[in-house]
């Protein structure tokens, strides 16, 4: 059986500082930097696994014969494929045009034939992630695609009798709230499919469900509550069919994106029960010091393999989903109402990497009920950045409509509930969204969502230390100079400094 690992560094652009590899300051990661943003993650950080992105944005197609020619008396001690691994993340052909998608699988069959030229036994790139993902017969695609584009190059190109291998390792990453509240039949389908074309079943899977994407959809709430959901129907098909799986959950370091930091990395075991493998983002990297980033790390590689799936029973779970269903559609119609005043702050926050824009043959963007909204980093820099973090958003009236029962299953769920939910509560600015609110009265839903949350939970919310009362005053200025757009995205990063996260 291969290492699984626990870490997986990803190319997530959320970080507010430079970071750590960086000499002058500088924390815009462009392309061209990426390899020694890999390189660093690898040498100095001792993480095994990166996330090359291909899904809407730039990727260098040249990074394993960088990675070999650059340090390959560290891959020949650490293989590739072996004890280290690059993980590629391809476009969704179904969502963005699929210009990336030859190129990125004719790396990975030139990457295994370089590994082969340099003595390395180890096929280096043999496992992708599909984003998006919503049904079974887009994987077995995928894997359609992949052989014939083997198969023509082993019968065409290869002049050495030394075959590519036709089969690749598929991560369905599950991001919308119904997706993941649905992927245990979604992994059932895939494991039939699979059996019917391979006739063997796939000897482990590594499904990967989403936290800020669902978030940007559907609310904090909602999507907590399908992620939950997901990984116990994860460990139901497991059980089921004796096929092991190893859970990966995308997660970035404010609450609203799920909140591992490494000053959350001991008890995040508790918030997610039965993750196998997390991604360690920009912010999580960068913008904490460096032992402490190395420490955290190591905690989460000795403690999420002994993570235990809760399962919910059928009841359990009826439950769960009509509380999510219930949260999502408070979210999105609090957030129909309040987005068209936040389009000048989205378009201030600062970029941290080149990403394709959203536009025209290259466009797919992220919606929520009708309205049209950034990217979950942008989106969640800009309400932190005027003082409304988004995990309140409809929360507070989704709490009040519960019943004892559902609150006590919802902390049962989430011991950690109040510790998160006052985490991002430190950053309300409620003299800016009473302002808000004077003018467009879709604001005083969140009033309310505050008032609740802070009564229901028991807790108090607002600025407690020198940084977030500095955090708060900020946000005041931004919200006076949402006009001047070079001036606000440098309080942005103010913000963001503050708070060590973008978004």
Partial sequence: MRKIPSTMATQHPDNAAAPFWDKDGNPFVSTERELIDCMSTYRQLDMIEYMWDWEGKYADASIVDKLYGESYDYFAEQPLGKDTFLTFRLPNIWEEKGYSLLQAMTVMLSAEDFAKDLGFKQRPLFEIILPMTTRADQLIQMHNLYSKLAQFKNDNFNT??????????????????????????????????????????????????????????????????????????????SDKTSIPMYPIIGVGGLPFRGGLTPNTA??????????????IQSSFRFDYPIQQVKRSIKLLEQTLPHSKTRVLDDDTTKTVQALAIAAEQRYQTTLQGIAGDLQRVFAAVPRRRERRLHIGLLAYGRSSGTVKIPRAITYTAGLYSIGAPPEFIGLGRSLKAMSASELELLRNLNPHINEEIETAGRYINIANIEKLAKRNKAWSSVLDDITYTQEILGIKLGPRTHAEKSHQN?????????NNQKFLTRLIEETAILRKSLG
């Fill in 266 to 279: 001991a008890t995040f075991h508790e918030r997610y029960p039965g993750v196998r493998t997390v991604t």
């Fill in 160 to 237: 050495n009798n030394a075959r590519n291998n036709e089969i690749l390792e598929m991560i369905p990453l599950v991001e919308g709230v119904n997706s993941q509240m649905s992927i245990g039949l979604l992994l059932q389908e895939y494991i039939d499919s699979y059996k019917a074309q391979y006739k063997v079943a796939p000897s482990y899977m590594r499904p990967f469900i989403a936290c800020s994407d669902p978030a940007l959809s559907s609310g904090w709430l909602s999507a907590r509550l399908a992620n939950l959901d997901a990984l116990s129907q994860i460990q139901q098909i």
């Fill in 474 to 482: 900020i946000t005041s200025n931004v919200l006076l100079m949402k």
